[in-house]
């Protein structure tokens, strides 16, 4: 496992993130600043869009299953009723019916 020493290999990987993150391309230009490349970050996510995080909203990704698991869930209840209602009327007719 080897460790790195140092801040800047440190710094140098964050910075190299933070261009890959923005779209800006290696080149070998003079390294932009921690500033500059938060606002080409902004802008290509204004640009694309998605909120300043890069990210769609967690509402998109993951939406709510609230309106499904309702379905289900009523659907279940009248499949129940249903079912103790001609369960009762069978026994009814069974037990109760023309008794001799």
């Known amino acids: 496992m ?24 290696e080149t070998d230009e003079e390294p932009l600043t921690l500033e500059q490349l938060e606002a080409a970050i902004a802008q290509t996510a204004a640009s694309s869009g998605l909120p300043e995080i890069g990210l769609p909203p967690r509402s ?21 009723f249903s079912g103790l209602v001609v369960g009762l009327v069978w026994w009814g007719r069974e037990h109760h019916s023309a008794v001799n």
């Open 60 to 80: 998109i990704v993951h939406p709510v299953k609230r309106s499904q698991l309702s379905r289900w869930f009523y659907l279940t209840l009248v499949v129940i």
């Open 2 to 25: 080897k460790e790195d020493s140092g801040s800047s290999s440190v710094w140098s990987r964050y910075v190299a993130a933070k261009k890959f993150a923005s779209g800006v391309a």
